[in-house]
């Protein structure tokens, strides 16, 4: 479950897994469905989105950011029906840098290909864990 790898991840700021961690056991499936919405939008905002190509990641991390960056509608529905308060996760993934670089690499084809080393990794958990 991507909530467990949020609490147990090595390179998670450690206070967005107490988010989750702390959070209530979810009193039904579809409860513990839409936290699983929330943990996989928490890792894509954070440069996690290892099931995308490498030319979309970029993409993802943005689009996922924009959603926590702009309270909506949706945003208060899918924390709702999750049970989970949206404003602290929110704060925190906000203020984190995403785990990708800024620049991007460009093919010979065209294709964008945006890179993570495991050293800008490092170097930006023990930046986002002093937030």
Request: with cysteine; hydrophobic share 40%.
């Amino acid at each position: 479950m991507l909530i467990e790898r949020i609490i147990y991840g090595e390179f998670i700021p450690g206070s967005i897994g107490s988010i989750f961690a702390r959070a209530p056991d979810p009193e039904s499936p579809q409860q513990a469905l839409w936290r699983e919405v929330i943990a996989r939008a928490t890792l894509d905002a954070l440069g996690f989105a290892y099931d995308q190509e490498d030319s979309d990641r970029g993409f993802v991390v943005a689009e996922a950011r924009r959603w926590f960056k702009f309270v909506s509608e949706d945003l208060e529905t899918v924390f709702s029906l999750a049970g989970m308060e949206y404003e602290p996760l929110r704060t925190i993934v906000l203020s984190c840098k995403p785990y990708v670089k800024k620049s991007v690499d460009k093919k010979p084809d065209g294709v964008i290909v945006v890179k993570t080393s495991k050293r800008r990794i490092k170097k930006l958990h023990a930046k986002n864990n002093k937030v």
